[in-house]
């Protein structure tokens, strides 16, 4: 018994466009497709090869850290005469005070040239938030920006007018200096190329001069001077990328000769910048790099564990493998047939 | 006038249940003694298992209770005939007699209270006397024998009233009087006493100035429309901001904006937020305009309403109260009105009410006798109408008209109302009584509720999660800078990298420097600001989007399109897609939902023999006859047996022609269908459709018809039959009409040849009793046989019989019908005693089979749905009988359930009924778990329990603390059939379900009568049939066909719940991660919220970074094939588990976000702590670590690698890169040329390698146990599909796939 009216005759339905969906692979979600699944083979395999790769990179690691010789000399504490060792604020404000301090270091092995100087702060915080946006990036550019300055307060201007470069980062520039001596005979010190390409070319204007720089209330750190532009103001640059974390090393310079083991330096440091106000630290570091950088073990540490964990795991699964394999896609042990047939409960 | 098949369903253990003899419902009931107790104190005295509670059960234990769900209870009568007070002033009508008739014993109190229960409500009750549900329920608050009289009488208004006025003196044709029946006063009087003199509507007819007197009834101009131009604004952004992750980011916006609080620029902050509030507004916008357009339009359409003399146009919205309109044949009816008249002779029209209760056929209204001959036009009327308030039940309508100084009263068959159609009249006049909102289609549409998805429901309680969380951190920050500013505090004014003091302007001033209080609380709301993706908003515009995805998917499905419809799947809520995967109930209407509402006729068995070559035999050119000229054939082919049109066409002068012949005459005659020539393009042509109430007995006359007995023309006194060609013209000359107590009918012919034949049809188990059984015993019982075999196929039987009259017995039984049908006393109950003195002693003709079509599929996918742990809930208008055979024959029973049948008339009875059921299928689960452990079989052998409730036993039951125990009975049942239940029981029994439970319940159905549940479900799916489209338009999906709830289900449900669930935890993952990343910095920025990753890169991290690829899984993967779903439907029990939602999941990724996090950050941390890193250049490590991780994760959990996820994650992480190098491109930002430096390093791309394997290997390690070694069904569904399984084979399923993909006829 099938209705007869219109709307079933084959040639009028026909005629009328049918709204069926077309086919395709897309809209049926029938699209070719890979389906990994985890089975215990590849499990293993995967484990075994990632500690094949760790382990080496690791013991790599760990031997170019082991490489690296390091020097670190913690030198505020040191540098503060004995008379001032209860009042270091009052030591190191003043200007009045010789802040010259003269230090020896050993050399424990051998240094490769170059060797890189580093000045190494602790609990500096130039990560922040209040100091990070205090600069202007516009005007270390271009001098047409020169008074784009908002967000440098509480650097903006003097009563001179505005500070270039402006801001609380490029105020407190830091301001200690080191000489290097080795049998009272003068090291060069590069101070060349200490900064980025990048930021040399593009990041600091040639055309922007320092302008009414610590001439404030307050003084924070190093004076720059005004007839070279900051494009070629280094240490400005290496200061000005702010680091990232609290304990930090900025780079001074380079001494381009090997440094024999067992070789006295005699280091003699202006002892100039403020840490003492916040309990910080200062460090000098001489260090050589090698391809991982500077003498750091986390890394390989951290190869070596996790490669090791690798490789136990993969053992361990093996094992487990071994002593309870499951079928894959047995259907006895879907949950219907297993509440049925009573086994196979893990 | 359907088949009334047995109550009781034939088990296999109680075989002979169908044989069992029928118990006069009176025999009982007439009691005079339990009747006339009077109020409730018969109540509780009484046996419980004597009467009232009709609890059914099939149990070899419960043999010996009385297995028939017979219930007199005169208690519920006696009671509401306690609480009725009959006003004085009614006494002289008939309702008075009726009840003093109660006190003589004269009718059975049965009757009575039917007629009482619909409108007397217990006492009880009273207090719940306004509820919507049991005032439309009030109707049938009898008890259960008489029930079926009422809902039949309400819905057809036959009843008991089969009154017509026939005289066998002259033998033509007179018209019978329809208007003013018997019954009608009797049911509805009662009525007069409820209205409330002062609450009762009163509507002066023709007078719209002395209706609108008291109160200004309001007009008929209807809105569905949720907002107007100005409210469009405030109403949208107030809905959306019902989000609470929306109000939090607005609070964030705002805060931005407060220059010490400014973490981010200011427009950047409001955008996301701005976007996702203005894509929604105009979705919603465009949504509200279309239904504006269709109230314009439905507003605007045109009425004839009478104006002075004469009838003009007048726009639907200006109709009010009171005016008479007039109704042209085809035409929609504007609102509710009261017939005055109708273009018949006796006041009949008909209407069709697919749009109100989604039946499609016909239904006969009437105008009132008194009113019928008055022409508006012509002559003034004058006249009231007092009427209830408007109330939502459509089925109900209790009013009186004082006209002409009489008083008369109105029921629900002299009112039609708005939605319905005018069809076979050509004209009708009413008087509006109920306009625009107050129309009962109007207030059954309940406005649509915005569903919320399940998912969304509880990812807003981890969001609350989270934004503790996130409050912890800002109070961990917060705290740490407090302490550090104190401790540091007299050193703030020059430390280097804080100087507080500023020197540039003439005075010393602080910079920056709120004090110390306001400091903290500044440094709180900052780190909310730069932690705000803690909360991710990122996630509600990916799910739109990923909702839209699968939407597109679901409409595009192939597989759910509806070929016989031409039409598509389709997504009419875009919010709750996911819920599709987590249903654990579908409550399905029937009619139109299951079957197809078609019904047709199968086979017969005639005089002994079957005749079912029909079913085989290929379809032919239909049989037609030539009426003026006019070719005629029936609308609907049916397939002929062979054999019987051989049989007929040898003519009726063999003994086996002659009983054929009677049989088809009795088909052809016994009913009340009316035919009707539709033309055709042909003009010679015409179609014959045959409009009828019941679907049975079309299909009844279609068959005759098909065999040559085609019926051509019926009035109230005669019928045009064409035999075989040969036109003969039968006299009506009684007609008994069905009733439910009878479950039969008969017709009266006086035949051409001046015999007078009494044709009778009816339910097997009360035609049995009737059928002489002295006489041709072997052919009762081939045709018992015959009987048993059909309904086991799932057909509808019904048994004709027939007998001679002489013309002394006729006179002997019309004297007696005219009696009692101009009795003013229980005539009901005399014509019914009429009827049964004809009745008797018929010689049996045959049976017929008839098949209520299910839909293609339905019964393969309820199977799949009950295997896939969905109970399934039928809800139907329909009678019991018939909902269980339909229950039998889509596999929803089966015979080896047990059944439970509650019929029950009173509160009492239904509390004792339930708490019996409770306690036998508490005790059937006990029996069968115990048998299951012994014989160690799976769950499907254990006895099953279907329990079946009626629509009377709802009444009670539903907002009542009845609801628990029904509820805990039904959570022992794997079927629940509610029959006869009302539109809004239907909702009420899915809130039933879904206020007690916190599983999904989605509703089902296609006809306006569906739209409460369907809105009341968590999930509603709308058929579109041909029964209208209010359910579609009230749904959240729609769809062409029952079975496509299989795919939609267990396919796209499970895939978009998984997609859902599994994208809603990697969300939360990957927005913890960074907001973590962020946080340990932030630990070493003296808590000062200084960021390393770029604010660029914030800004990015949710939009580009990583947000494509989560898009693209949460759209394209798929954890299993479509096969695999639907081979084993079980697999959607991951979704009812919530397997991939939930608070381990969550606690499981929080845990892992935490390790991932600690990973990314401090591995770098560690290896250049002391060095001189640059903070740009360590956060171009973490950021790319952290997105190539978070990918990469992604990576790790995607199932199925199609181009598109390729290049999704691929992509989006060289995408990374590439913003990274723009970003470190750009010589005014800091980092500049950063990450060009820094990727010239060896230890940053060791770093990056180690936080990524020492991020992941943990999440690794535990997924591949966790796969291995406690494998989900999904896991092992996967293997299966990957690796094969070649030692188990496939298990038995039905293939759905073949039958999905069976083209439909």
């Not at chain 1, 005070?97 to 050993?106: D, F, I, P």
């Not at chain 2, 809902?151 to 009843?159: A, D």
């Not at chain 2, 319940?1001 to 006809?1007: K, N, Q, V």
């Amino acid at each position: 018994m099938e209705a007869k009216d219109g709307a079933s005759n084959p040639t009028s339905s026909t005629k009328k466009k049918s709204r069926k969906p077309k086919y395709s692979k897309f809209t049926q979600q029938e699209l070719p497709a890979c389906k990994p699944i985890l089975t215990p083979a590849s499990v293993i395999l995967i484990f075994v090869a990632i500690g094949i790769v760790f382990i080496p990179i690791g013991l790599a690691s760990l031997f170019a850290s082991e490489r690296v010789v390091e020097i670190v000399h913690h030198y505020d504490k040191d540098c503060i005469p004995l008379k001032y060792a209860d009042n270091m604020l009052a030591y190191i404000q003043s200007s009045k005070t010789n802040k010259t301090c003269v230090r020896k270091l050993t050399i424990p092995k051998q240094m490769k040239s170059p060797v890189y100087i580093y000045y190494q702060l602790d609990h500096f915080y130039q990560n922040h938030r209040r100091y990070v946006k205090s600069r202007s990036d516009k005007q270390l550019r271009s001098k047409s920006y020169e008074n784009t300055t908002d967000d440098c307060a509480p650097e903006r201007y003097t009563a001179k007018g505005v500070i270039v470069p402006c801001g609380l980062v490029a105020w407190s520039l830091f301001n200690d200096t080191y000489k290097f001596s080795v049998n009272n005979k003068q090291l060069g010190v590069s101070k060349k190329d200490i900064t980025w390409k990048s930021d040399q070319k593009n990041k600091f204007g040639s055309d922007v001069y320092p302008k009414n720089f610590q001439s404030g209330g307050l003084i924070g750190g190093a004076k720059l001077n005004s007839s070279i532009p900051l494009s070629e103001q280094e240490d400005l640059m290496v200061w000005m990328r702010t680091a990232a974390l609290p304990t930090f090393r900025k780079l001074y310079g380079r001494i381009e000769v090997d440094l024999e083991a067992d070789a006295v330096i005699t280091v003699t440091i202006e002892n100039n910048y403020n840490t003492y106000s916040f309990r910080g630290n200062k460090k000098l570091v001489l260090s050589t790099a090698s391809w991982i950088g500077g003498k750091n073990y986390l890394l390989g540490v951290a190869y070596l564990t996790v490669g090791g964990l690798c490789l136990f795991l993969a053992l361990a699964f093996l094992l487990l493998y071994l002593i309870k394999p499951r079928p894959l896609g047995d259907i006895s042990y879907l949950s219907w047939n297993r509440s049925a047939s009573g086994g196979h409960i893990y | 006038m359907t088949s009334k098949r047995p109550l009781l369903i034939p088990s296999p253990r109680t075989p002979n249940t169908q044989h069992l003899p029928a118990l006069p419902v009176y025999s009982d009931i007439a009691n005079p003694t339990s009747g006339g107790t009077g109020l409730f104190s018969g109540m509780d005295s009484r046996n419980p298992a004597a009467a009232d509670n009709s609890i059914n059960v099939e149990l070899p234990t419960f043999k010996s209770s009385p297995q028939r769900s017979i219930s007199s209870s005169q208690r519920s009568v006696s009671s509401s005939q306690g609480s009725v007070v009959e006003p004085p002033t009614f006494k002289s009508s008939s309702q008075r007699s009726v009840s003093s008739s109660r006190r003589s014993v004269v009718e059975p109190p049965t009757f009575k209270s039917s007629s009482q229960g619909s409108v007397v409500e217990p006492p009880t009750f009273k207090s719940s006397s306004q509820r919507s549900v049991s005032s439309l329920q009030s109707k049938a608050s009898g008890n259960n024998s008489v029930r079926e009289s009422i809902s039949s009488l309400q819905s057809k208004n036959s009843g008991n009233n089969s009154v017509r006025e026939v005289s066998f003196g002259d033998l033509e044709s007179k018209p019978v009087r329809y208007g003013s029946r018997g019954a009608d006063s009797e049911a509805l009087s009662l009525s007069q006493k409820d209205l409330n003199e002062e609450d009762a509507r009163v509507v002066y007819i023709d007078d719209l100035a002395k209706t609108n007197e008291r109160f200004e009834y309001s007009g008929n101009s209807i809105r569905t429309a949720k907002y107007s131009v100005f409210t469009f604004l405030p109403r949208n952004l107030f809905e959306q901001f019902h989000r609470v992750a929306y109000i939090y980011f607005l609070v964030i916006a705002v805060l931005n904006q407060l220059p010490q609080l400014a973490v981010f620029g200011r427009g950047v902050s409001i955008l996301p937020l701005a976007f996702v509030l203005l894509v929604t507004a105009v979705k919603d916008g465009f949504e509200d305009y279309r239904r504006h357009r269709s109230d314009r339009i439905e507003n605007n359409r045109l009425a004839s309403v009478l104006v002075g003399n004469q009838f003009h146009p007048k726009k639907w919205k200006d109709v009010r109260v009171g005016e008479i309109i007039k109704i042209q044949a085809s035409e929609a009816i504007p609102c509710d009105m009261v017939l005055l008249s109708t273009s018949d002779p006796t006041g009949v029209a008909y209407v069709q009410t697919i749009n109100l209760d989604g039946e499609s056929n016909l239904k006969t209204r009437y105008a009132k006798q008194e009113t019928l001959s008055k022409m508006p036009d012509k002559e003034k009327i004058t006249g009231l109408i007092k009427c209830e308030n408007p109330n939502r039940n459509i089925y109900g309508f209790h009013a009186f008209m004082e006209i002409d100084g009489k008083r008369l009263s109105l029921g629900p068959s002299n009112i039609i109302l708005r939605g319905c159609e005018l069809k076979n009249t050509h004209w009708v006049i009413g008087v509006a009584v109920y306009v625009g909102r107050e129309t009962k289609v109007m207030l059954n549409s309940s406005g649509a509720p915005s569903k919320r998805s399940r998912l969304e429901t509880r990812m807003n309680f981890e969001i609350i999660l989270l934004s503790g969380f996130l409050v912890a951190l800002c109070t961990v920050v917060s705290f740490c800078a407090a302490v550090w500013l104190r401790h540091n505090n007299d050193e703030l004014d020059d430390i280097l990298f804080y100087r507080k003091q500023d020197y540039s302007k003439g005075k010393v001033d602080d910079y920056n420097y709120y004090g110390w209080g306001l400091e903290i609380l500044f440094t709180f709301l900052m780190s909310v600001i730069v932690f705000q993706i803690m909360i991710p908003i990122s996630l509600y515009i990916s799910m739109e989007l990923v909702r839209v995805g699968q939407a597109y998917f679901m409409i595009r499905d192939g597989q759910m399109y509806d070929e016989s419809s031409d039409s598509r799947f389709q997504c009419r809520a875009l919010n709750i897609n996911e819920d599709l995967g987590q249903i654990k109930y579908v409550f399905s209407d029937k009619t139109g939902t299951l079957t197809e509402n078609k019904m047709e006729f199968q086979c017969a068995s005639i005089w002994g023999v079957d005749y079912n070559g029909g079913r085989s035999s290929p379809e032919q050119v239909g049989y037609s006859v030539e009426v003026d000229g006019k070719i005629l054939r029936p609308k609907m082919k049916v397939k002929a047996d062979p054999d019987l049109q051989q049989l007929l066409r040898s003519g009726k002068d063999t003994n086996e022609g002659k009983h054929v012949y009677e049989f088809f005459l009795a088909l052809a005659a016994c009913n009340t269908i009316v035919p009707l020539v539709v033309d055709t393009s042909d003009p010679n042509g015409g179609l014959l459709d045959y409009q009828g109430e019941s679907p049975d007995e079309q299909a009844l006359v279609y068959a005759a018809a098909a065999y040559g007995f085609m019926l051509i023309e019926r009035t109230s006194g005669h019928i045009v039959i064409d035999i075989q060609g040969d036109r003969q013209r039968f006299n009506v000359l009684g007609l008994h009409e069905f009733d439910s107590d009878r479950k039969r009918m008969s017709v009266i012919l006086g035949c051409p040849d001046k015999t007078i034949k009494v044709f009778v049809k009816g339910a097997d188990t009360t035609m049995f009793s009737v059928i002489d059984k002295r006489l041709n015993l072997d052919i009762i019982r081939a045709t018992e046989a015959h009987i048993h075999a059909y309904s086991s196929l799932g057909l509808r039987t019904l048994v004709v019989g027939m007998r001679e009259l002489s013309a002394t017995k006729f006179e002997q039984w019309h004297s007696s019908f005219e009696e009692a049908s101009t009795a003013l006393i229980g005539r009901a109950a005399l014509l019914r005693k009429v009827a049964g003195t004809i009745e008797n002693n018929l010689i049996i003709l045959g049976a017929s089979g008839i098949e209520d079509k299910l839909q293609l599929g339905v019964p393969e996918a309820i199977d799949s749905l009950r295997t896939a742990g969905v109970q399934v809930w039928v809800l139907t208008g329909d009678k019991q009988e018939t909902a269980i055979s339909i229950g039998y024959s889509s596999k929803l029973l089966t015979r080896r359930m047990t059944q439970i049948i509650i019929n029950s008339s009173s509160r009492d009875s239904c509390r004792r009924s339930l708490e019996d059921a409770i306690l036998m299928s508490r005790k059937l689960m006990t029996v069968s778990a115990d048998t299951q452990t012994d014989r160690g079989s799976s769950g499907h052998g254990g006895t099953q329990v279907a329990l079946i409730i009626d629509g009377t036993s709802l009444v009670y039951i539903l907002d009542s603390e009845l609801e628990e125990k029904l509820f805990e009975l039904a959570s022992y049942c794997t079927v629940v059939l509610c029959c006869r239940v009302a539109p809004l029981q239907k909702a009420g029994i899915v809130a039933l379900v879904k206020n007690r439970t916190a599983d999904m319940t989605l509703a089902i159905g296609d006809g306006a009568n569906d739209v409460s549940m369907i809105q009341m479900a968590d999930v509603g799916v709308g058929i579109s049939g041909q029964e209208g489209r209010q359910a579609v338009m009230s749904s959240d999906f729609a769809m062409g066909q029952f079975r496509f709830l299989v795919p939609l289900l267990l396919v796209h449900g499970h895939w978009n719940y998984q997609r859902m669930g599994y994208m809603i935890l990697y969300n939360f993952y990957r927005n913890a991660v960074f907001v973590l990343i962020l946080f340990w910095y932030v630990l070493f920025t003296c808590f000062s919220l200084t960021t390393a990753i770029t604010d660029w890169s914030s800004m990015l991290y949710s939009i580009i970074y990583t947000a494509v690829p989560t898009i693209v899984v949460g759209i394209l993967d798929k954890d299993l094939s479509r096969r695999t779903l639907l081979d084993y439907p079980q697999l959607y029990g991951a979704g009812q588990r919530q397997e991939c939602y939930n608070s381990k999941l969550f606690w499981l990724t929080v845990v892992d976000t935490f390790w991932q996090s600690l990973a990314v950050f401090f591995i770098p941390l560690f290896a250049y702590w002391g060095s001189s890193i640059d903070r740009s250049s360590i956060g171009d490590l973490w950021t790319l670590a952290v997105v190539i991780l978070v990918n990469l994760h992604l990576a790790m959990d995607v199932i199925r690698w199609n181009w598109i996820t390729h290049a999704a994650i691929w992509g989006s992480i060289i995408a990374t890169w590439i913003c990274v190098f723009v970003i470190d491109a750009i010589p005014s930002l800091v980092g500049y040329w950063a990450i060009f430096h820094v990727i010239k390093t060896a230890s940053f791309w060791l770093c990056l390698l180690a936080i990524i394997i020492a991020a992941m290997a943990p999440r690794f390690v535990v997924k591949f146990l966790y796969q291995y070694y406690r494998p989900s069904d999904v896991q092992i569904a996967r293997e299966l599909e990957k690796f094969g399984n070649p030692s188990a084979s496939r298990p038995a399923q039905i293939e759905m796939n073949a039958i999905l993909d069976l083209p439909r006829r």
